[in-house]
């Protein structure tokens, strides 16, 4: 689900008014996928920026501090967030195992990936230094070089897949 329809999301479910971007995040954590703390704030900053920016947010504008800015939804909000078809937003505790364990998979298979390509280019490089071995090594090599790519493929998949966290 998009950082957009997330936020809009929760808004609604939690039936969020005079919000800050602080109670946003803290509602977000591990539903939206970030690099960091800090980046997770910024996702959330950029997306209420343009919330506000459409109409779909009210700003409430603290005096001195832009950090204490309060946000509500707007009667458009409003309607907007009631006609989204999304299912209850799970809580982060019920979400960020299945998160971590993705992440532990891209790790695994790029490691694995790394392995396979290197193998590659090592017996591309045996079979140029030993010409003679360079038959009985070419099913070696495309062996290794099939496994480079089934690996690429699936943390394309895996990575496509956390970006629907985002």
Request: net charge neutral; glycine share 4%; aromatic share 6%.
């Amino acid at each position: 689900m998009s950082v957009r329809k997330t936020l809009l999301a929760l808004i609604h479910q939690h039936r969020l008014d005079n919000f800050t971007i602080s109670d946003l995040k803290s509602l977000c954590t591990g539903l939206i996928t970030a690099t960091s703390s800090k980046h997770l704030g910024i996702k959330i900053y950029k997306q209420v920026w343009v919330l506000s920016q459409e109409g779909v947010l009210t700003v409430s504008k603290h005096s001195t501090e832009p950090q204490k800015n309060t946000y509500s939804l707007s009667d458009d909000g409003q309607q907007l967030a009631e006609t989204m078809s999304t299912a209850p937003i799970p809580t982060a505790t019920n979400i960020k195992p299945g998160l971590e364990a993705l992440q532990r998979k891209l790790s695994d298979y790029s490691t694995a990936l790394a392995s396979a390509s290197a193998e590659a280019q090592e017996y591309q490089e045996l079979s140029r230094e030993f010409p003679e071995l360079k038959h009985s090594l070419q099913s070696k090599f495309i062996s290794a070089k099939e496994r480079a790519v089934m690996y690429q493929g699936r943390l394309s998949a895996i990575e496509n897949v956390l970006q629907d966290f985002n």
